[in-house]
């Protein structure tokens, strides 16, 4: 192992022909061997393709049935796959706010989807400093974003209209449905061949229109037309058989993990009091909802792929934050637990290894992102302001996975460390209560091990470590005022939604027209 990397550091420091001439790697026949070094390889240019709420089992090539994503899979099956890729917080703009700067929401003072974070100095700073799009175009390259943004922004400001710019990106419209596929044909048929290297975000709404059918995250009518009313008018017209065979198996960790708070799933949606009518609807159509943007997601891999750039561009697929999918009885996110915490996280393209399914590294897309896109296009960053590992050697074949042996993660009312293993969630709420699961022998998180006298050496030194970490972050002691404060004001917010989710979800459309950025703080 040492000599092949010994061999390698030599080849890449001396060039083919240098190390042909000290008899390292043999001189090719009949191929001269120049003085010069061969010319630098083009920059390859980036496109990140985001979808919203889309867990990370929801592709076909992984096995999932009554779910077909061909385009999904086609990138799967091209590039490398992360299976246990956490998002750094089951929430849209804080998730979001990490993939754009490689920095958790808490290092702004929030963790939660707000229009108006704490302290919009911090924000400005860090996205100037940190944003994505500013450290692409400051290595020459220009930077796009099409679609749904939703990111942290001055008092204001749209978090969905404005901050693309903020974080370094011109912004290409803001329809979160067709709207990139449209840009992407544009750009891609009328981009040059001699133009700067791009880096671009085609950045979907879908499959996150099953917020919707949870009663919530109604869509504005200044929008095109949700995408879940149109496939409901086609479920109401399918055959029994027909529907019915859409519909996935139930998950088998239905029940609440043991000793749970209701302040832990206070987000939820009141979906513990759904039918199996209800679930079967709901889990339909999500999986239709995940078809539907694949479709666009395949769309826009035609448009690339017709272009120019399909040999130089390196694909990242991801999403924001998953979908609970009657886990633990739970619709929606903002929970603790795999469904959501874990999304697709695929890279392929020049270079990239194809048809690998990693089932095994510990990996964070939000943070891992800005590291590793920066490594594989050679631009610079700072790597010690950031905690995110580069991918680069794994993807590549280069090198051993990132030496990490746990991440952390967040959401509005807790923190977690996972070492891949064992999963501690300490929680903002009086008397700190917490969460330990072993997900080598309960994968489905349904055995809290906190009071098993087996499990408090593990227990301990996970705590131990997960607060060595927050002092370290200044995050300590841990808020619990903000978080029953922020409890309070979704209740207040969604008060008259909660009602309505009892009665039946998602029935005819909503009548919350009034502002075009009220996203729901549940999104
Ligand atoms: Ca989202």
């Known amino acids: 192992m040492k ?19 000290l008899g390292i790697l043999p001189a090719l026949p009949g191929i001269a061997t120049p003085a010069a070094a061969a010319p630098a390889p083009k920059q390859p240019n980036i496109l990140i393709i985001t979808t ?38 089951p929430v849209c ?23 108006n974070p704490t302290d919009s100095r911090k924000v400005i700073a860090m996205a100037t ?35 693309a710019p903020l974080y370094g990106f011109k912004l290409e419209g ?47 009518a200044t929008l095109k037309n949700a995408e879940s009313n149109r496939l409901l008018d ?54 239709r909802l995940t078809e539907s943007v694949d479709n666009q997601v395949g769309r826009v891999l035609a448009a690339l792929n017709a272009s120019p750039f399909a040999a130089n561009t390196i694909i990242v697929f991801t999403s924001d934050h998953g979908d609970m999918q009657g886990a633990h009885g739970l619709s929606l996110k903002n929970v603790p637990f795999e469904e959501c915490q874990r999304v697709p996280f695929v890279f392929t393209g020049p270079g990239i290894k194809k048809g690998v399914i990693d089932n095994d590294t510990l990996v964070c897309n939000g943070l891992d992102l800005i590291p590793t896109i920066c490594d594989l296009a050679g631009v610079k960053y700072n790597s010690d302001a950031l905690t995110g590992k580069s991918l680069k050697p794994l993807l590549t074949g280069s090198g051993p996975a990132p030496q990490r042996d746990c991440i952390y993660t967040e959401t509005y009312n807790s923190f977690t460390i996972n070492d891949g293993r064992y999963k501690y969630t300490i929680f903002e709420l009086p008397g700190n209560p917490d969460m330990l699961v072993d997900l080598q022998t309960d994968p489905g998180e349904l055995h809290n091990l906190v009071n098993d006298p087996a499990s408090q050496k593990t227990k301990d030194a996970m705590k131990d470590k997960l607060m060595k970490n927050l002092a370290t972050r200044n995050l300590l002691p841990l808020a619990t005022d903000h978080t029953l404060a922020y409890i309070r004001k979704i209740q207040n917010e969604h008060g008259a939604g909660k009602a309505e989710k009892g009665k039946g979800k998602g029935k005819g459309k909503s009548n919350n027209t009034a502002n075009p950025d009220d996203e729901s703080s549940l999104e």
């Open 174 to 220: 803001f329809d979160p449905y067709e709207g990139p596929v449209e840009f992407a044909q544009k750009f891609f048929a009328k981009r040059k061949a001699g133009d700067k290297p791009f880096l671009a975000v085609v950045s979907f709404l879908n499959p996150h229109d099953i917020c919707e059918q949870a009663g919530i995250g109604r869509r504005p």
């Open 93 to 115: 703009m804080p998730s979001r706010f990490t993939l754009y700067t490689g920095h958790y929401a808490s290092e702004v003072g929030t963790k939660d989807n707000t229009p």
């Open 234 to 287: 086609i479920q109401k017209r399918l055959a029994p058989a027909k529907y019915a065979s859409g519909i996935p198996p139930m998950l088998t960790n239905t029940a609440p993990i043991n000793g749970e708070q209701p302040a832990w799933v206070e987000m939820d949606s009141n979906s513990r009091k759904w039918t199996p009518t209800d679930w079967s609807l709901y889990r339909w159509l999500y999986y």
């Open 3 to 21: 000599k092949t990397r010994k061999l390698r550091t030599l080849h890449l420091s001396l060039g083919a022909a240098g190390a042909a001439a």
């Open 129 to 163: 400093e940190f944003g994505m799009g500013h450290l692409f175009r400051k290595a020459g390259y220009e930077t796009f974003y099409s679609g749904k943004t939703h990111l942290y922004t001055p008092p204001g400001n749209s978090p969905d209209m404005k901050p």
């Open 52 to 89: 919203d709420q889309q867990s990370w089992n929801m592709l076909s090539a992984y096995g999932t049935p009554a779910l077909a994503t061909p385009a999904m899979d086609r990138l799967a099956k091209e590039g490398y796959s992360f299976r246990r890729n956490y998002v750094a917080n």
